[in-house]
């Protein structure tokens, strides 16, 4: 009797999650697995079928110039937007944590940039950037004097640009996990530590930050994952320019797969996205579990 409950109870969770899985196969595994085929054959046109082709799409992508440099970019655009975003997050949540005068309207002013929609964002940020009308040139030339900037147009700023829109925008959402995350903490961690006669930063070194390792796992893992996705932006900033300055990898692939057409070869970019991903997302965890067991 008691058996055939527990395999009641198997089908009936099998049951429940069966909607999902099947979302799940059909819009993550199975498309994963077409894109990874299709990166052996060749764009199929007109009358035209694909055609195995072994690995030539990988050779092209390898002795491709612009692939190299959006790859770099995009790193570079990780690099000046994780680390940034994650020290400000915290920074603001610990602010926003502890007792001060309208508490709960600066935690909405943080969190307001994540709520406004991508295309909104690069509007107000493309306003700000305009050469001569925009905000920082009225700002600029009023106190400084200074002559107009085409911070999107030139190639030594534009992917700079891109990555203050990028911080302004995700710094408050990290900043709601790790508010939450300092919210779990038990206060009699920090006070049994002052009767020690710790200081503030003995206390956030020693206590706060090793406990918020967890929350920085699963917050790293997402600003990875957003650095390398982000299209939005650029399409309202730059396009992509100029002369691919500012463009990012994913960008690539779209301008790749649906403006010229090279449907096999934007998969096998694709493959080569998937596959970093996959690499700093693993590499994270088991530098941040590391971490965690040594604390």
Not at 24 to 53: C, D, E, Q, W
Not at 151 to 173: D, M, R, S
Request: include cysteine; hydrophobic fraction near 55%; charged fraction near 15%.
């Amino acid at each position: 009797m008691q058996t055939l409950r527990l395999k009641r109870d198997w089908i009936y969770g099998w049951l429940l999650l069966l909607p999902a899985l099947v979302f799940l196969f059909a819009f993550t595994h199975i498309p994963a697995v077409t894109t990874l085929l299709n990166s052996f054959f060749s764009t199929p046109r007109g009358r035209r079928p694909a055609k195995f082709i072994g690995l030539d799409n990988y050779d092209r992508m390898i002795n491709d110039a612009v692939f190299w440099k959006v790859l770099w970019n995009n790193l570079w655009f990780a690099i000046g937007t994780i680390p940034v975003s994650v020290a400000l997050a915290i920074v603001m949540a610990l602010w926003v944590n502890d007792k001060l005068a309208g508490r709960s309207f600066v935690r909405m002013a943080y969190f307001t940039p994540t709520v406004l929609p991508l295309i909104a964002v690069a509007n107000i940020w493309l306003f700000f950037y305009t050469p001569g009308f925009g905000l920082f040139d009225q700002i600029t030339g009023f106190l400084f004097g200074w002559p107009a900037s085409n911070y999107l147009g030139n190639p030594e700023t534009a992917l700079n640009a891109i990555i203050v829109v990028t911080v302004w925008k995700e710094a408050g959402f990290f900043m709601i996990f790790y508010l939450a995350a300092l919210q779990a903490i038990p206060v009699s961690l920090k006070e049994a530590a002052q009767i020690e006669g710790a200081g503030r930063w003995t206390i956030f070194w020693r206590i706060t930050f090793p406990l918020l390792m967890p929350t920085t796992l699963f917050v790293c893992v997402n600003a990875v994952i957003n650095s390398f996705r982000l299209v939005d932006h650029i399409f309202i900033l730059t396009d992509g320019g100029p002369d691919n300055a500012s463009a990012l990898l994913l960008f690539y692939i779209y301008e790749v797969a649906f403006r010229f057409w090279e449907t096999a070869y934007g998969a096998t970019l694709t493959v080569a996205l998937l596959v970093l991903l996959s690499l700093l997302a693993i590499g994270q965890f088991f530098f941040f579990d590391r971490k965690v067991h040594y604390k």
